[in-house]
């Protein structure tokens, strides 16, 4: 079946394409993990890092992806 999505911009359907494919390209060079894209690719870095970018600003916890920040905030 063809995939209902549309998009306005050429560079945003292309990169929806990677989807609908088998290819991995991008391989973590410190563990098994491989992704289609590179966005993901890179934020996957951070689970080898002790980088934590992201602060609560009520408690000062900090958190590597923006995600389990907000999540975090709902305990407050």
């Known amino acids: 079946p063809?995939?209902?999505k549309a998009f306005k911009?050429?560079?945003e359907?292309?990169?929806h394409q990677v989807v609908h494919t088998e290819a991995r390209p991008f391989t973590c060079h410190l563990c098994p993990a491989?992704?289609?894209r590179h966005s993901?690719?890179?934020s996957h870095g951070l689970v080898h890092s002790e980088e934590?970018?992201?602060r609560c600003e009520v408690c000062g916890k900090r958190f590597k992806r923006?995600?389990?920040?907000r999540e975090?905030?709902?305990t407050h």
Do not use: E
């Not at 923006?66 to 920040?69: C, E, G, Q, T, V």
């Open 52 to 54: 934590r970018p992201h």
């Open 40 to 42: 993901d690719f890179k």
């Open 13 to 15: 359907l292309l990169s």
């Open 34 to 36: 491989t992704f289609k």
């Open 66 to 69: 923006p995600s389990n920040l």
């Open 9 to 11: 911009r050429t560079w």
């Open 2 to 4: 063809a995939c209902p």
């Open 72 to 74: 975090h905030r709902r």
